[in-house]
């Protein structure tokens, strides 16, 4: 079936550091890649996206490209703020509805 | 605009209880989502929603677990009896149809004692 694989959390870096965060996917035809943020206390909140192979979602400095020949979507920040801690979820939409399938999340904390 | 309002934002009850949460979605959106987020099992959509009919109840764990959409603009999900392992922070979300955005509420914080 459908499914995404995140790479393990905690991340930890210093702010101004390189960020990424990995996501695999496992799917059937061409599924639409999001990535989601969660901060502390709050619901997710849509961060980028991509529909189709090679596109480049980009959204606050953060850029994923859809890379259907590796099934990845990995995530990307030139220089991460503290204001950037939170957790990150990649997903994938599948069916033909609605039906997002998230990744199990990746906890990043920026320090000063 | 006013997103996704959800209520309780926080809820503790005893074993045994029913537990009653609630959920407005976006003004304009078709579709409605419940997702349940555990540490152990991370986000876990329960039910979906399209104009206001159940379209995939396939991840509501079980019996005691019921959702219901009576308009466009208002829903509920119940556990009657709550278990401890239901604990967890339920979310709802909302959106339209294709590939669309979902927009998440802030969560209702669920304990049960």
């Known amino acids: 079936g459908n499914s995404v694989t995140q790479m393990e959390g905690p991340v930890t870096l210093s702010e101004e550091a390189f960020l990424t965060i990995n996501c695999t996917y496992t799917a059937t035809g061409y599924p639409s890649l999001f990535w989601y943020v969660q901060y502390p206390g709050e619901g997710l909140q849509l961060l980028l996206k991509a529909t189709k192979a090679d596109d480049k979602g980009s959204n606050k400095g953060f850029e994923a490209t859809y890379r259907k020949e590796t099934t990845s979507f990995h995530l990307e920040k030139g220089s991460v703020q503290v204001s950037d801690s939170a957790v990150y979820f990649c997903?994938?939409?599948?069916?033909?509805?609605?039906?997002?399938?998230f990744g199990a999340g990746t906890r990043l904390a920026v320090h000063p | 605009d006013a997103g996704v309002i959800q209520s309780p934002r926080h809820e503790v009850t005893e074993m045994g209880q029913e537990v009653t949460l609630r959920c407005k979605p976006i003004s304009g959106h078709n579709s409605l989502f419940w997702y349940r987020q555990t540490m152990m099992r991370g986000l876990e959509l329960l039910i979906y929603?399209?104009?206001?009919?159940?379209?995939?109840d396939s991840g509501m764990p079980e019996d005691r677990f019921s959702a219901k959409m009576p308009n466009a603009s208002f829903s509920t999900l119940k556990i009657q009896p709550s278990e401890p392992r239901d604990s967890a922070v339920y979310f709802c979300?909302?959106?339209?149809?294709?590939?669309?955005?979902?927009?998440f509420g802030p969560g209702t914080r669920l304990l049960v004692l």
């Open positions: 929603f399209n104009n206001n009919v159940p379209i995939d």
């Open positions: 997903a994938l939409l599948s069916g033909g509805y609605n039906k997002l399938i």
């Open positions: 979300a909302s959106g339209t149809g294709g590939h669309e955005t979902q927009y």
